[in-house]
């Protein structure tokens, strides 16, 4: 039973695989080539966001719970 279970799982696996490939394959060149610029907004969007938020701390010890 498990054996069939597991050759079950393999299947739809490289089904799933086959499928992002295919998808990957049509969509890649629209959303890394047409919109190269949206990229880097997105980056700078995001270091401002963690810069803002966190104000460039790597950790913040909790205070002891009394």
Known sequence: MSIVLTVSLCLLL???GRAFANWWAKMS???TKAYQEMWVG????TYLYYKVSYGG??????????
Do not use: T
Not at 42 to 45: L, V
Not at 57 to 66: E, F, L, T
């Open 42 to 45: 997105i980056g700078i969007m």
């Open 14 to 16: 490289q089904m799933a």
């Open 29 to 31: 060149p629209y959303y």
């Open 57 to 66: 701390k790597k950790a913040v010890k909790d205070k002891p719970a009394h």
